[in-house]
């Protein structure tokens, strides 16, 4: 089987979504939201277990991401960038 090569930069990326864990939180909270921003990446979602679970959406303006929105377990959260969709954060860490 022939492994085909993906290459993107961070221009290509309109979302990151990450999962945090308590070791890497504080990291998650500050450094990696300032290098998605100085990346241009327009939208970052951090989830956070721990806090029911909780969605941080940010979204890019300029050069840095407005203090973000925050959703928490047991309602709806709607976004419409960059893509259109809603869900309760706890569906995100849901043990099956």
């Known amino acids: 089987m022939e ?18 864990s ?6 998650d909270e500050s450094l990696r939201a300032v ?9 970052y979602w951090r989830i956070e277990p721990d806090e029911g679970p909780a969605l941080y959406v940010y979204e890019l303006n300029g050069d840095r991401y407005d203090p973000p929105v925050v959703h928490k377990a047991g309602a709806v959260a709607r976004m419409a960038v ?4 809603g869900f309760d954060p ?7």
């Open 3 to 20: 492994r085909v090569g993906l290459v993107l930069s961070p221009q290509d990326l309109l979302l990151v979504v990450e999962v945090s």
């Open 35 to 43: 290098a998605y921003a100085q990346a241009g990446i327009p939208s």
């Open 90 to 96: 706890a569906v995100l860490c849901a043990r099956r």
């Open 22 to 27: 308590l070791s890497t939180a504080k990291q």
């Open 82 to 85: 960059p893509v259109v969709v």
